[in-house]
Nanobody
Framework: QVQLVESGGGSVQAGGSLRLSCVAS????????WAWFRQAPGKRREGVAA????????FDAASVKGRFSISQDKAKNTLYLQMNSLKPEDTAMYYC????????????????WGQGTQVTVSS
């Protein structure tokens, strides 16, 4: 079992930046996706970005390409999401997820989920 705890959310103006962190209770290990998802009110949950823990290959959604970047610090069991040039449409609850070993990075299910951290971007 893995517990995931997100932090770093907040309220910013459009064009601002935030860095989200997700700390895992133990090493995530290799050979799986470690990802960020988000869900805005009234919308479906969507994948934002993911990293394949073995090779550190990264994946991201078209809507955040060039603005967000995902990274991991294995020594700290931590996943990051650097978010730059934020837009009001990025407003959502952001969730960390782990434990998906096959298929597409933005599919489900993932075995482990955090409680989420709120990001609000004002225009």
């Amino acid at each position: 079992q893995v517990q995931l705890v997100e932090s770093g959310g907040g309220s910013v103006q459009a064009g601002g930046s935030l860095r989200l962190s997700c700390v895992a209770s133990r090493s995530i290990g290799s050979g799986q996706y470690w990802a960020w998802f988000r869900q805005a009110p009234g919308k479906r949950r969507e994948g934002v970005a993911a990293i394949w823990t073995g090779t550190a290959a990264t994946f991201d959604a078209a809507s955040v390409k060039g603005r967000f970047s995902i990274s991991q610090d294995k020594a700290k069991n931590t996943l990051y999401l650097q978010m730059n040039s934020l837009k009001p449409e990025d407003t959502a609850m952001y969730y960390c997820a782990a434990g998906r070993r096959s298929g597409s990075w933005n599919g489900e299910p993932y075995n482990y989920w955090g409680q989420g951290t709120q990001v609000t971007v004002s225009s």
